[in-house]
């Protein structure tokens, strides 16, 4: 829903929203929102569909193929974090909530930086989130994952990762209220409307666009970052770790 800005001389008023306007944003399922982002991007969100069912399945296979130990379990509880987060973040944006969607995929992106730390029987990260689940700093995952010991051991392409930190960190735009997200709720092209809850800009497009392609990677990739995770896992668990 838009609201339309009109200039006085001492002040910026906008339109007057009603109870009923009110409880469409609060209530209402944005499907017009989403009806315009199918009309432009429905193979693109087929393409995130795919590669979601191929990471859950994936995500099961590994579930049914280890012991369910503590190394095993925070793993598989920050990879179904990193899914969801990806899959919520989707529904978000192509719902026209783009603020909301931004935050979920720093979610993704420290959720899998988490699930590869915790995997692996030679970094510390697992022993110290049980020992303070509260406090650990799972905001500098991305970066704990990146350093020369951690990297080297998770066996990380860097440069790779170097790009996934960069993304990750953009998203931190998203969870403040930055002139960036300020201007998410603009109308480009129509001078003085704003957004009230969802909306869809066709002036937007190219915006629209790199954030589904960004889903898109996150969920295919997500697949070889499962398989990674159970890597590591069974190998502390072939080694005789007892992680009850």
């Known amino acids: 829903m838009t609201t339309e800005d009109r200039d006085t001389p001492r002040q910026h008023t906008t339109q007057d929203l009603t109870l009923e306007d009110l409880r469409t944003v609060l209530l209402g399922d944005n499907a017009d929102v989403k009806a315009q982002f199918l009309r432009h991007f429905a193979e693109m969100i087929d393409v995130f569909l795919g590669h979601a069912v191929r990471a859950y399945s994936r995500m099961q296979t590994f579930a049914r193929g280890v012991a369910l130990d503590r190394r095993a379990g925070w793993s598989q509880a920050f990879l179904f974090s990193a899914f969801n987060s990806s899959l919520t973040s989707c529904h978000l944006l192509i719902s026209g909530l783009p603020a909301p ?43 704990t994952a990146r350093k020369n010991r951690n990297s080297e051991l998770l066996k990380l392409d860097t440069n790779a990762w170097s790009v996934f930190q960069s993304i990750t960190e953009w998203y931190d735009t998203y969870s403040h209220a930055t002139v960036f997200s300020l201007a998410t709720q603009a109308k480009l092209g129509q001078r003085g409307q704003i957004f009230v809850g969802a909306g869809f800009d066709e002036f937007k497009l190219d915006g629209y666009r790199r954030e589904l392609s960004i889903r898109v990677s996150s969920m295919q990739r997500l697949y070889d970052m499962i398989v990674a995770v159970e890597q590591n896992v069974k190998a502390a668990q072939g080694h005789g770790e007892q992680c009850p």
């Open 101 to 143: 969607a931004g935050n979920l995929m720093r979610h993704f992106g420290e959720a899998c930086a988490m699930a590869l730390l915790c995997s692996h029987r030679a970094i510390d990260v697992l022993q110290r989130l049980d020992a303070d689940p509260a406090r650990f700093p799972v905001h500098s995952a991305v970066q």
